[in-house]
Nanobody
Framework: VQLQASGGGLVQAGGSLRLSCAAS????????MGWFRQAPGKEREFVAG????????SYADSVKGRFTISRDNAKNTLYLQMNSLRPEDTAVYYC?????????????????WGQGTQVTVSS
């Protein structure tokens, strides 16, 4: 599967953005999907994950209650709605896919990655 992330940009603290990840190739609905982010000088970290059927989601503690992950299997698209953004959310955001029904927080468990989209939150 090929992944293409988009929707990043510059936003003021307290604002919102919605990221999208368009998938092509093999059946999108077969994949568990995740969003990760990487800030300068830091390791890539898990943000949110969603199972293949959207029946299960998982969030990092730092984004719970502010971010919502969703997917539209008919459109082969993954989303991340980000509200109440903070300067510490500034990072490059990546979408990722794994052929497994369980959500993982580990980058090593995802085989396919998008190219990343920059999110910058100003204070």
């Amino acid at each position: 599967v090929q992944l293409q992330a988009s929707g990043g940009g510059l936003v003021q603290a307290g604002g919102s953005l919605r990221l999208s990840c368009a998938a092509s190739g093999r059946t999108f609905g077969a994949y568990t999907m995740g969003w990760f982010r990487q800030a300068p000088g830091k390791e890539r970290e898990f943000v949110a994950g969603i199972s293949w059927s959207a029946g299960s989601t998982s969030y990092a503690d730092s984004v719970k209650g502010r971010f919502t992950i969703s997917r539209d299997n008919a459109k082969n698209t993954l989303y991340l709605q980000m509200n109440s953004l903070r300067p510490e959310d500034t990072a490059v955001y990546y979408c990722a896919a794994r052929l497994n029904r369980l959500i993982s927080v580990l980058t090593t468990q995802y085989r396919y990655w998008g190219q990343g989209t920059q999110v910058t939150v100003s204070s």
